[in-house]
T-cell receptor, first 113, second 110 residues
Framework: NAGVMQNPRHLVRRRGQEARLRCSPM?????VYWYRQLPEEGLKFMVY????????ESGMPKERFSAEFPKEGPSILRIQQVVRGDSAAYFC???????????FGSGTRLTVV | GQNIDQPTEMTATEGAIVQINCTYQ??????LFWYQQHAGEAPTFLSY????GLEEKGRFSSFLSRSKGYSYLLLKELQMKDSASYLC???????????FGKGTMLLVSP
């Protein structure tokens, strides 16, 4: 069991480009959560998904950001037309259906230049 | 809404004991978690409390008082590798998501 896999580990995008961040949950985990971490800030919740369903997206900016967790394949966090303020570490976590805590992936560090 | 407070930084000496406090205000409560995060790495799970009292796990213990909205993480026999950020997180009632505090950066010196 390889744990929660995120890729890429580092991603550099120019302003206006699209960023795609991938997350494969642990085997047996059907719940996926995305968090953003800015320097000197805590982990901020963005979105919670189960297979083919967005359960809670209350932390996601209403524009430019979207997330999906298809029936097959990894969960994707998509940021369109990136701006410098999107530079951050994006962490994905997964949990089994009876959720007593998360297992985090190693994160994707997005830098917008 | 939720509000979680923890000290920004703490320092301690190798071999000592340190207590990291966390206070929270939530609309309902369904568990408190502590995570450790080394710089540039993923947070890793340390402990979970849902009932009042102390949970002990090796060198680490976590305490919860629901009536006071208060928890602490106790680290004994500190080692240099314990230098990290310690994150307090709360799960409000009726939610699966966790709300995190800003974390406490612990520096252990020789």
């Amino acid at each position: 069991n390889a744990g929660v896999m995120q890729n890429p580990r580092h991603l550099v995008r120019r302003r206006g480009q699209e960023a795609r961040l991938r997350c494969s949950p642990m085997k047996g985990h059907s719940h996926v959560y995305w968090y953003r971490q800015l320097p000197e800030e805590g982990l901020k919740f963005m979105v919670y998904l189960q297979k083919e369903n967005i359960i809670d997206e209350s932390g996601m900016p209403k524009e430019r950001f979207s997330a999906e967790f298809p029936k097959e394949g990894p969960s994707i966090l998509r940021i369109q037309q990136v701006v410098r303020g999107d530079s951050a570490a994006y962490f994905c976590a997964s949990s089994p259906p009876l959720n007593y805590g998360y297992t985090f992936g190693s994160g994707t560090r997005l830098t917008v230049v | 809404g939720q509000n979680i407070d923890q000290p920004t930084e703490m320092t301690a000496t190798e071999g000592a004991i340190v207590q990291i406090n966390c206070t929270y205000q939530t609309s309902g409560f369904n568990g408190l978690f502590w995570y450790q995060q080394h710089a540039g790495e993923a947070p890793t799970f340390l402990s979970y409390n849902v009932l009042d009292g102390l949970e002990e796990k090796g060198r680490f213990s976590s305490f919860l008082s629901r009536s006071k909205g208060y928890s602490y993480l106790l680290l004994k026999e500190l080692q240099m590798k314990d230098s990290a950020s310690y994150l307090c997180a709360v799960r409000p009632a009726g939610y699966s998501t966790l709300t995190f505090g800003k974390g406490t950066m612990l520096l252990v010196s020789p």
